[in-house]
């Protein structure tokens, strides 16, 4: 049986995607192709479907509710266009073209044939709705993941950005209300980290996973672990710009101001290029990884992400959840760098710059760590009582 058919005269159009059980149907209206599943598996059903669908949208357009507009997909065509030439050299690539996956993967076919006048509120939540759920029958056979909470808010993001762009060219007159209905209270919640015996345990642990690896078909996994960790947690380096990182980035050095030998590493994150400066305690490590993996200039440090053997040692460890059940990942090495600097009293201006983020994340986040900071003195003045 063919997978394509047309009713009306031709008007309506009926077909299958590839490995896929479910009819959809499309037509050309007002100016532009409208397309949309049946949701049916059977022929007659989806015929009926598409028949029914194909009269709404002419009684719509008859009366005035459709109009002939830009859709979405032309949006983010101009915002594909002119994001990657506007932003170049200021946004890392990886992140110009995490806004493309997006794009490409869950809006476009959400919203793709959607005029642009659609989009409100109430279609936002609806897309919301759909990611957080079940996928329909035509992707039963895909393994459904949950995006997490960071991973939709990109999404709005890169929604939020390509409406701009349609702001901009006078397509729409604004940007709709993205924010998230029922949103939680605005409770500050701590980042998981690692506390210093934690920490010991932890590198001590990749420490002993690499000594006993030798001379097996993954040992230099291992080594590289446990390299990582020990780099992550002494430069405070997100796990995403280390993957980044090339050898030609990072330089050995003598720092004039303590006398420390430390690495100076060029940083590309998601605004650019930014800097660190390690403690010492990065130099050992980082000299292993290059006489273990002799290296050219523009090879990465860490080709492989290690996430798998990180979370087997957490486990083993019984470290994958803090004290409050937040989980841990490598991203907590990070939380952890930042949080023993300001337990040893560094200066929270300088730990933010060398950290590329800012002294309200740190002061929002890592408050819990700065009761060192406080002077009791000054807090507990109390006002002498004539007797």
Not at 20 to 31: E, H, R
Not at 44 to 68: C, H, P, V
Not at 118 to 129: C, N
């Amino acid at each position: 049986m063919s997978d394509k058919h047309t009713i009306l005269g031709g008007k309506v159009h009926i077909y299958k995607r590839p490995e896929s059980p479910i009819w959809q149907c499309s037509t050309y209206l007002a100016g532009r192709n409208r397309r949309v599943s049946t949701k049916e598996s059977s022929l007659s059903k989806a015929k009926d479907f598409a028949e029914d669908w194909y009269l709404e949208l002419r009684s719509k357009k008859s009366q005035g509710e459709i109009k002939n507009e830009k859709t979405f997909s032309d949006a983010a065509r101009q915002f594909e266009k002119e994001y990657e030439v506007m932003t170049e050299g200021q946004r890392n690539e990886k992140y110009v073209a995490d806004h493309k996956a997006r794009l490409r993967n869950h809006l476009k076919p959400f919203f793709g044939s959607k005029g642009l006048s659609e989009i409100k509120p109430g279609l936002v939540q609806e897309y919301r709705l759909q990611r957080m759920q079940n996928p329909p029958r035509e992707d039963a056979h895909k393994r459904f993941k949950v995006p997490s909470r960071t991973t939709l808010h990109s999404e709005i993001v890169t929604l939020r950005q390509v409406l701009k762009t349609a702001v901009r060219h006078n397509w729409i007159e604004s940007v709709p209300d993205l924010s998230m209905p029922y949103r939680q209270s605005s409770k500050i919640s701590h980042r998981a980290w690692f506390s210093p015996d934690e920490y010991k345990q932890l590198y001590t642990a990749t420490r002993k996973n690499a000594s006993e690896s030798k001379d097996k078909p993954w040992a230099w996994a291992a080594a590289q672990l446990h390299d990582k960790v020990l780099f992550l947690a002494n430069t405070g380096i997100r796990p995403d710009e280390a993957t980044w990182l090339e050898y030609r980035d990072v330089a050995i050095v003598d720092d004039e101001d303590t006398g420390d030998t430390i690495l100076e590493i060029e940083v590309r994150g998601k605004r650019g290029v930014g800097f660190c400066k390690s403690m010492p305690g990065a130099v050992v490590p980082f000299q292993r990884m290059v006489k273990r993996n002799e290296p050219e200039p523009i090879d990465r440090l860490f080709p492989v992400d290690h996430k798998r053997q990180f979370n087997r040692i957490l486990d083993e460890l019984n470290l994958k959840f803090d004290r409050d059940g937040n989980r841990r990942t490598l991203y907590s090495l990070r939380h952890s760098y930042i949080s023993f600097r300001l337990m040893e009293g560094a200066d929270i201006y300088q730990i933010a710059k060398n950290c590329r983020t800012s002294v309200e994340m740190i002061e929002k986040h890592y408050a819990i760590h700065l009761k060192n900071q406080i002077d009791a003195s000054a807090v507990n003045v109390r006002r002498s009582r004539s007797l």
